[in-house]
């Protein structure tokens, strides 16, 4: 397939790289550019060679939301039966590979939810992130009233989503909303650095490893706690976990068979 409002790459031959691509709108998400990346998302997903993914944006916006001039003319008929903008992302959710977003400026409305989709959030110092909808009428309606609450708590949350205002780089690090803050020009060494380590490691404990961390994320602890019990103890049934360990026990770095 070929994309219009996404570039896609390779690093390594095993990290896939999506880079939005709508610099004059700053990255304004819509139906194409979500098609475009949900499209990109699932053939790296089934990539034998890749073991993690990457979103980025420019160093002025990962992504100032979903695109408000295509938006301003829908009525409810248009959103609701066309699922308006939101009828992919759970394309997203579906990969099993790790999604790493490499922030830099502006991470707003959609954009902010795209991050959060993401598996971890890795910011440049100029990162801003926000959920301005309330400014325009309207709320959050990609994950954003859920999932920042479960990041930041709910006081923050209710501040950014009923204020509008935005966080910078450093209160997003404070409040847990992205895990590392690095300098703008280094984002991009940071966060492929951190993918080809998770791409070394046996893919079979990384997919399970992002199951296991989503269960408690989206459920109950009790529930969580069974669910990683049983995928903890079924890795020891793999070529991997004694490749592992025997590597740590004899002092050498493991070579593990599923990456
Ligand atoms: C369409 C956008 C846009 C957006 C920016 N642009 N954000 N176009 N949709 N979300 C366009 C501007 O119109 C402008 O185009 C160009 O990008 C540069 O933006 P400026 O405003 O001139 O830049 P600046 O002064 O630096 O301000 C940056 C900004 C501001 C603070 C990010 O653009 C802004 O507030 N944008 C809107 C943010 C927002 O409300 N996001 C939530 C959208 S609703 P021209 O042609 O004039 O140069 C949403 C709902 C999600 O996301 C629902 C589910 C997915």
Not at 23 to 47: R, T
Not at 124 to 153: C, H, M, S, V, Y
Not at 216 to 234: N, Q
Request: glycine content about 10%; charged content about 25%.
């Amino acid at each position: 397939m070929a994309y219009e409002l996404i570039q896609v790459r390779t690093e390594a031959d095993k990290v896939g790289v999506l880079t939005l691509n709508r610099p004059k709108q700053l990255n304004a998400l819509n139906n194409q550019l979500m098609d475009e990346l949900g499209a990109a998302l699932k053939a790296f997903d089934a990539d034998e060679a890749i073991g993690c993914m990457v979103i980025t944006g420019s160093e002025k916006a990962f992504a100032a939301g979903a695109d408000i001039g295509a938006m301003a003319s829908y009525g409810f008929a248009d959103v609701y039966k066309g699922d308006y903008i939101t009828r992919n992302w759970e394309t997203i959710r579906s990969v099993r590979k790790p999604v790493i977003a490499a922030v830099s400026g502006f991470a707003l409305g959609g954009g902010c939810e795209l991050a959060m989709m993401c598996d971890f959030i890795i910011a440049a110092d100029n990162a801003k992130f926000g959920q301005p909808e309330i400014k325009l009428g309207i709320i959050p309606g990609a994950g954003g009233t859920q999932r920042l609450p479960r990041a930041i708590g709910k006081a923050k949350a209710m501040d950014m989503v009923l204020t509008g205002r935005m966080m910078d780089a450093a209160e997003a690090e404070r409040a847990g909303l992205v895990s590392r803050v690095v300098p703008l020009e280094k984002l991009m060494e940071e966060t492929l650095g951190a993918a080809l380590q998770i791409c070394d490691y046996s893919q079979l404990a990384v997919l399970a490893a992002k199951e296991s961390v989503n269960r408690a994320y989206e459920g109950g602890l009790s529930d969580g706690v069974m669910f990683e019990r049983r995928l903890f103890h079924a890795l020891f049934a793999t070529e991997d976990q004694k490749e592992g360990m025997d590597a740590f026990v004899n002092k050498r770095k493991a070579a593990f068979k599923h990456r």
